[in-house]
């Protein structure tokens, strides 16, 4: 069964630091896309970063650009999503999604146009 499990999310003062961490099992990860997308308290899903299968091409959210990186170990099936100068914006549940063919523009923000979606780890920025 497609699975995909996130990790690493907790409560940290802005300008601080974390790692998440996505494993995934049930399909080829080196296949996939992978993405991080978040949704903040009362607001839609946004897209935080984007990496190919063989982690070549990354994408980030003018948000994150120059905070966050986006890395994969496919031999670890995992994929993270390093954020250092965190501010309370960050806040938010991350999810963790996956697809074979690439997915862009408004269809990022639908789950159902992903082949595998993770149940989310939550970060709180905050002092």
């Known amino acids: 069964q497609v699975q995909l499990v996130e990790s690493g999310g907790e409560s940290v003062q802005p300008g601080g630091s974390l790692r998440l961490s996505c494993v995934g099992s049930?399909?080829?990860?080196?296949?996939?896309?992978m993405y991080w997308v978040r949704q903040a308290p009362g607001k839609g899903l946004a897209i935080v970063s984007t990496?190919?299968?063989?982690?070549?091409?990354?994408t980030y959210a003018d948000s994150v650009k120059g905070r966050f990186t986006v890395s994969r170990d496919n031999t670890k099936n995992t994929v993270y999503l390093q954020m250092n100068s965190l501010k309370p914006e960050d806040t938010a549940m991350y999810y963790c999604?996956?697809?074979?063919?690439?997915?862009?523009?408004?269809?990022?923000?639908?789950?159902?146009?992903?082949?595998?979606w993770g149940q989310g780890t939550q970060v709180i920025v905050s002092s």
């Open positions: 990496i190919k299968s063989d982690g070549g091409t990354t």
């Open positions: 049930g399909f080829t990860f080196s296949n996939y896309w």
């Open positions: 999604a996956g697809s074979y063919f690439q997915v862009y523009g408004g269809d990022l923000l639908d789950p159902r146009n992903f082949d595998a």
